[in-house]
């Protein structure tokens, strides 16, 4: 790998690990201001949103200057949100700002894959930007829940700067210093990040050909055989991630009598099973066999309604490693074929943006629900099983799509021969 490659790397794993630690300090800053139950999974909504009203524009906006500007913009764009929480603005509104970086922070990291390394480098590329992703979510969430843990963060507030004084006296301000230190890093690995070259024909401008532009490939992507079943995958996964990310620090909460900041490694724990998922799929699992990984999707939903029987931490970390593996073995082949396929169909740019579209409407719609369900009190021990039930029966649904696709093209080829 080119050592520009590298420096994309740090850049991405600082700045997603500050995105981490910064959702789990802005849930324990809603907890002292003793804002209701609902709303902590509104942080996440609100940091999605900006993928979802931006997706049409985002991917011109990428591709208008060199890759490494855009990367530094938008992550000075992150820092800002993350300063807003400093001056008392409403941590929804200020995660909401971080999210809008991260928007548009997306297209440039994976498009500058596509500009500095060979087509055949680029699953490599990708497994490596997967798996650093995945362990800055774990170290970030864990980091996140460190600074919260009250011995660090009074640790933290002791700790004296010569000659300077910050006038910080809250934890979260103390927490909020060290993430915004994480920004940082990642602003100057972006600085050293190396012009590819790559410039494009002129942008377009105009916003509603943008979006008639967007829609033209979404309608593409969905209307493709192969497309339409990785992308519902991808779709359902993301959606279904996020939410569980929730799920797990209320059920550690009421099933394991965890706080915050314990149960915050749980969702690293996650994580690592992702990790290991990921990996495994990226050996075994090659393009052409990607499709036959789909009944893991309806066993990590059984698996997951198990969780209401666990009221022991030992039982809950394999079983929530097992959780993961199977989402991570799932998910990998499917990202791969879905990029095969947008790469094949139209520019990886733009498929991306189709993909984070749907993903993060996935991710808004689920967690919606859930946010829903907790305002109406629902037993959390219900919603786990819902929840579980629900991806289930979803992955059984898109099987019998893909099962209905192969025997219509099977007759069409039929057909065809009897036509000879």
Same mark, same amino acid.
Request: glycine content about 8%; charged content about 10%; overall charge positive.
């Given at each position: 790998?080119?050592?520009?490659?590298?420096?994309?790397?740090?850049?991405?794993?600082?700045?997603?690990?500050?995105?981490?630690?910064?959702?789990?300090?802005?849930?324990?800053?809603?907890?002292?201001?003793?804002?209701?139950?609902?709303?902590?999974?509104?942080?996440?909504?609100?940091?999605?949103?900006?993928?979802?009203?931006?997706?049409?524009?985002?991917?011109?906006?990428?591709?208008?200057?060199?890759?490494?500007?855009?990367?530094?913009?938008?992550?000075?764009?992150?820092?800002?949100?993350?300063?807003?929480?400093?001056?008392?603005?409403?941590?929804?509104?200020?995660?909401?700002?971080?999210?809008?970086?991260?928007?548009?922070?997306?297209?440039?990291?994976?498009?500058?894959?596509?500009?500095?390394?060979?087509?055949?480098?680029?699953?490599?590329?990708?497994?490596?930007?997967?798996?650093?992703?995945?362990?800055?979510?774990?170290?970030?969430?864990?980091?996140?829940?460190?600074?919260?843990?009250?011995?660090?963060?009074?640790?933290?507030?002791?700790?004296?700067?010569?000659?300077?004084?910050?006038?910080?006296?809250?934890?979260?301000?103390?927490?909020?210093?060290?993430?915004?230190?994480?920004?940082?890093?990642?602003?100057?690995?972006?600085?050293?990040?190396?012009?590819?070259?790559?410039?494009?024909?002129?942008?377009?401008?105009?916003?509603?050909?943008?979006?008639?532009?967007?829609?033209?490939?979404?309608?593409?992507?969905?209307?493709?055989?192969?497309?339409?079943?990785?992308?519902?995958?991808?779709?359902?996964?993301?959606?279904?991630?996020?939410?569980?990310?929730?799920?797990?620090?209320?059920?550690?909460?009421?099933?394991?009598?965890?706080?915050?900041?314990?149960?915050?490694?749980?969702?690293?724990?996650?994580?690592?099973?992702?990790?290991?998922?990921?990996?495994?799929?990226?050996?075994?699992?090659?393009?052409?066999?990607?499709?036959?990984?789909?009944?893991?999707?309806?066993?990590?939903? *059984?698996? !997951?309604? @198990? =969780?209401?029987?666990?009221?022991?931490?030992?039982?809950?970390?394999? $079983?929530? #490693? &097992? /959780?993961?593996?199977?989402?991570?073995?799932?998910?990998?082949?499917?990202?791969?074929?879905?990029?095969?396929?947008?790469?094949?169909?139209?520019?990886?740019?733009?498929?991306?943006?189709?993909?984070?579209?749907?993903?993060? *409407?996935? !991710?808004? @719609? =689920?967690?919606?629900?859930?946010?829903?369900?907790?305002?109406?009190? $629902?037993? #959390? &021990? /219900?919603?786990?099983?819902?929840?579980?039930?629900?991806?289930?029966?979803?992955?059984?649904?898109?099987?019998?799509?893909?099962?209905?696709?192969?025997?219509?093209?099977?007759?069409?080829?039929?057909?065809?021969?009897?036509?000879?």
């Amino acid at each position: 790998m080119k050592s520009g490659f590298y420096t994309i790397m740090a850049a991405q794993f600082f700045s997603s690990l500050a995105d981490n630690a910064l959702l789990i300090a802005a849930m324990a800053l809603l907890a002292s201001m003793h804002s209701p139950s609902w709303m902590p999974p509104l942080l996440k909504l609100f940091f999605v949103l900006s993928y979802v009203l931006l997706a049409a524009f985002v991917g011109a906006f990428a591709d208008s200057l060199p890759k490494g500007k855009v990367m530094l913009m938008t992550n000075m764009i992150k820092v800002g949100g993350c300063a807003l929480m400093f001056f008392n603005v409403h941590p929804l509104l200020a995660y909401a700002v971080v999210g809008f970086g991260a928007a548009a922070y997306s297209p440039a990291k994976y498009g500058i894959l596509t500009e500095l390394l060979p087509p055949e480098k680029l699953v490599a590329a990708n497994g490596w930007i997967e798996g650093l992703t995945v362990s800055s979510i774990i170290l970030g969430t864990v980091l996140g829940g460190a600074l919260v843990n009250p011995q660090i963060s009074s640790a933290l507030l002791n700790f004296d700067f010569p000659v300077l004084d910050f006038n910080i006296t809250t934890p979260s301000e103390a927490a909020l210093c060290v993430i915004t230190a994480c920004y940082g890093l990642a602003a100057l690995f972006n600085m050293r990040i190396p012009d590819t070259g790559a410039r494009y024909e002129h942008q377009q401008r105009n916003p509603i050909k943008l979006i008639v532009d967007f829609a033209g490939c979404f309608t593409v992507l969905w209307k493709d055989k192969l497309g339409q079943i990785s992308l519902s995958v991808t779709t359902l996964f993301w959606g279904a991630g996020a939410t569980l990310q929730f799920i797990v620090l209320k059920w550690a909460e009421k099933s394991l009598n965890m706080p915050l900041d314990k149960a915050a490694i749980l969702q690293g724990v996650v994580a690592v099973g992702i990790a290991l998922g990921a990996v495994a799929a990226a050996r075994f699992v090659p393009l052409k066999k990607s499709l036959s990984v789909m009944p893991l999707g309806i066993a990590m939903g *059984l698996v !997951v309604t @198990t =969780m209401v029987f666990v009221h022991n931490v030992w039982i809950a970390y394999p $079983l929530l #490693i &097992l /959780v993961g593996a199977l989402a991570g073995y799932f998910v990998v082949p499917m990202n791969a074929l879905l990029q095969h396929r947008g790469h094949v169909l139209m520019s990886a740019g733009h498929s991306i943006a189709v993909q984070n579209f749907n993903e993060n *409407l996935s !991710v808004l @719609t =689920m967690l919606a629900l859930y946010a829903l369900m907790v305002s109406l009190n $629902l037993d #959390i &021990l /219900v919603v786990i099983v819902l929840f579980g039930l629900f991806v289930a029966s979803t992955m059984y649904l898109v099987m019998r799509k893909h099962a209905a696709n192969q025997r219509e093209f099977d007759s069409l080829a039929l057909i065809g021969e009897h036509k000879h």
